[in-house]
Each structure stands twice: as structure tokens, then as C-alpha cells.
């Protein structure tokens, strides 16, 4: 079982930068692949980023690709979004996700445990 906690999400302008992290509890942290995806008003979940659980492979949305970046920290039991170059179209809540062993998924029904949320909005 893994519980997640994001957080760093907020109200930035358009071409800020913002770093989100997840925190999981468990001792275990560094077996799982982690996931991030975000989800708009009035929009299905969407995948933005993913790192296997070696960390030696990572996964992109092409929307994202350039601005985003993910990293995992196993000490810290942490990942991270950071991303740069926002723009009013990255406006969401920001999961995150878990997958026991598993590869940089980009496919929700991968994932068995997910976060709250974090709301991350962009103005223009």
C-alpha cells in the first residue's frame, strides 16, 4: 500500500515556472513507477509524465516534452514535476500515481494508487 501527497501547486503567469512533488509513504518507494497526469475542468485525466521504478527510463506527453521534466528522489521517498514554461493551457489539478515495478506507463489503468491532487493554475 502507498499513500501520495502532492504539493506546489498555485497561481503563476504564463512562462513561470513551477516545481509539483509527490511524496509517498511506504518504504518501498523506490520499486514503484511514478506518474503524473492532470485533469482540466470539463476534461477526461490526461498522462503529462511517467518514470520507471529503476528510474532509467522516462515518458513523455508531447505537449509537455522540452518544458516538463520528471525526477524521483528514492531517498526522500519524492517525485517531481518541475515545469517550465507554463502556459494558461497547463491549468489543472496534477496527480500523481503509482504502479508497483512498473515501467514510465502513460496509460491511467496502469496505475493502482493516486494522490489528491494539486491545482495548478496559469494565467495569461
Known amino acids: 500500500q502507498v499513500q501520495l501527497v502532492e504539493s506546489g501547486g498555485g497561481l503563476v503567469q504564463a512562462g513561470d515556472s513551477l516545481r509539483l512533488s509527490c511524496a509517498a509513504s511506504?518504504?518501498?518507494?523506490?520499486?514503484?513507477?511514478m506518474g503524473w497526469f492532470r485533469q482540466a475542468p470539463g476534461k477526461e485525466r490526461e498522462f503529462v509524465a511517467a518514470?520507471?521504478?529503476?528510474?532509467?527510463?522516462?515518458t513523455y506527453a508531447d505537449s509537455v516534452k522540452g518544458r516538463f521534466t520528471i525526477t524521483r528522489n528514492n531517498a526522500k521517498n519524492t517525485v517531481y514535476l518541475q515545469m517550465n514554461s507554463l502556459k494558461p493551457e497547463d491549468t489543472a489539478v496534477y496527480y500523481c500515481?503509482?504502479?508497483?515495478?512498473?515501467?514510465?506507463?502513460?496509460?491511467?489503468?496502469?496505475?493502482?494508487?493516486w494522490g489528491q491532487g494539486t491545482q495548478v493554475t496559469v494565467s495569461s
Open positions: 518514470i520507471s521504478w529503476t528510474g532509467g527510463s522516462t
Open positions: 511506504g518504504r518501498t518507494f523506490s520499486s514503484y513507477a
Open positions: 500515481a503509482a504502479d508497483f515495478r512498473g515501467s514510465a506507463w502513460s496509460i491511467s489503468l496502469r496505475y493502482d494508487y
